[in-house]
């Protein structure tokens, strides 16, 4: 019966697909291996044996197999240990193992699982996973910001408008809002051509971020109109910066000839009432900004126009 058991062992031992050895469990020399460790990692078997269990170890994992043979000596088992091993062309093979500590004939018996494939495919669908979720935010910044001038875009203001609006309401803190329409644009175009407009909104663009706040919301609406949102920001401050927005455009030293803005203005006061509007709020903010813009073109331009001054 003992022949017959160790006949069979030996044949399951060898002909395995799984790659079957035995080591010594005080310092981890390899005693005896299958014919499957020369299939995966291309060593002569008689190379093999007796080798030192970290010479074809991946450096980087050699303090974790270390832990894990430290395990083994105090006599727990491992089911599922990973590590690297190089083969004979010098590629790493990743190795999954399951190995069993025997004190009393102070061995290991251990059997290992090639699974590089399995760990390329991850890393494939991982990184398929990254390049998609890049994709998708690149299409979601192309959806949302004006090619031009790299602003927000009139979609993506009038999505994030009334979540400022909601903000504001929660806080009861004032919301001002900005139409910025760009003085006599058109004749512009017309006189000096198309890419030297475009060249005057990308640098009009640069000016509103370099004097608005950073959290201040600011999209091109169309055309040559821009729109600003200032949280926290009541009718004076609003005033106060669509003036300096004015001032710091004159400043600017323009290719072709001066370059003057717009402005109309409304205030949302939440710590008092808000304003009723036949639309929602933000639309209805939006359309009283713009008859205050309106006011502002129709009195000779190159001023600021806020929407209480339409009631006088």
Same mark, same amino acid.
């Given at each position: 019966?003992?022949?017959?058991?160790?006949?069979?062992?030996?044949?399951? =031992? %060898?002909?395995?697909?799984?790659?079957?050895?035995?080591? $010594? *469990? @005080?310092?981890?020399?390899? !005693? +005896?291996?299958?014919? &499957?460790?020369?299939?995966?990692?291309?060593?002569?078997?008689?190379?093999?044996?007796?080798?030192?269990? =970290? %010479?074809?170890?991946?450096?980087?994992?050699?303090?974790? $197999? *270390? @832990?894990?043979?430290?395990? !083994? +000596?105090?006599?727990? &088992?491992?089911?599922?240990?990973?590590?690297?091993?190089?083969?004979?062309?010098?590629?790493?093979?990743? =190795?999954?193992?399951?190995?069993?500590?025997?004190?009393?004939?102070? *061995?290991?018996?251990?059997?290992?699982?090639?699974?590089?494939?399995?760990?390329?495919?991850?890393?494939?669908?991982?990184?398929?996973?990254?390049?998609?979720?890049?994709?998708?935010?690149?299409?979601?910044?192309?959806?949302?910001?004006?090619? *031009?001038?790299?602003?927000?875009?009139?979609?993506?203001?009038?999505?994030?408008?009334?979540?400022?609006?909601?903000?504001?309401?929660?806080?009861?803190?004032?919301?001002?809002?900005?139409?910025?329409?760009?003085?006599?644009?058109?004749?512009?175009?017309?006189?000096?051509?198309?890419?030297?407009?475009?060249?005057?909104?990308?640098?009009?663009?640069?000016?509103?971020?370099?004097?608005?706040?950073?959290?201040?919301?600011?999209?091109?609406?169309?055309?040559?109109?821009?729109?600003?949102?200032?949280?926290?920001?009541?009718?004076?401050?609003?005033?106060?910066?669509?003036?300096?927005?004015?001032?710091?455009?004159?400043?600017?030293?323009?290719?072709?000839?001066?370059?003057?803005?717009?402005?109309?203005?409304?205030?949302?006061?939440?710590?008092?009432?808000?304003?009723?509007?036949?639309?929602?709020?933000?639309?209805?903010?939006?359309?009283?900004?713009?008859?205050?813009?309106?006011?502002?073109?129709?009195?000779?331009?190159?001023?600021?126009?806020?929407?209480?001054?339409?009631?006088?």
């Amino acid at each position: 019966m003992d022949e017959e058991y160790k006949y069979n062992f030996e044949k399951f =031992f %060898n002909h395995s697909l799984d790659m079957f050895c035995i080591s $010594t *469990l @005080k310092d981890g020399y390899v !005693l +005896k291996l299958n014919s &499957s460790f020369q299939r995966v990692l291309g060593w002569e078997t008689k190379e093999l044996l007796g080798l030192a269990p =970290f %010479n074809l170890l991946h450096p980087e994992d050699v303090e974790l $197999t *270390l @832990k894990e043979i430290e395990k !083994l +000596k105090q006599g727990v &088992s491992t089911l599922s240990f990973q590590n690297r091993y190089r083969g004979l062309d010098g590629a790493y093979k990743h =190795f999954s193992w399951t190995v069993f500590p025997d004190h009393d004939a102070g *061995l290991l018996y251990a059997i290992a699982r090639d699974i590089t494939e399995l760990v390329n495919s991850n890393r494939k669908i991982i990184q398929l996973a990254a390049d998609l979720e890049e994709a998708n935010n690149k299409l979601s910044e192309q959806a949302s910001t004006d090619p *031009l001038t790299k602003l927000k875009n009139r979609r993506a203001f009038n999505e994030e408008i009334n979540r400022l609006i909601r903000l504001g309401q929660r806080q009861e803190k004032s919301i001002s809002l900005m139409m910025i329409d760009v003085d006599h644009f058109k004749d512009y175009n017309d006189k000096f051509g198309h890419p030297a407009g475009d060249r005057v909104l990308i640098r009009l663009s640069e000016v509103f971020m370099e004097t608005l706040r950073t959290c201040d919301l600011i999209a091109r609406f169309g055309g040559e109109e821009f729109v600003v949102a200032l949280s926290d920001t009541n009718e004076e401050k609003a005033v106060e910066v669509a003036e300096r927005l004015m001032t710091n455009v004159k400043k600017q030293s323009w290719e072709n000839s001066p370059i003057t803005i717009s402005i109309g203005i409304t205030t949302l006061n939440f710590n008092n009432s808000a304003p009723i509007y036949h639309t929602d709020l933000s639309t209805g903010i939006i359309e009283e900004a713009d008859r205050a813009l309106y006011r502002s073109k129709a009195n000779g331009r190159n001023q600021t126009t806020h929407s209480s001054q339409l009631k006088t």
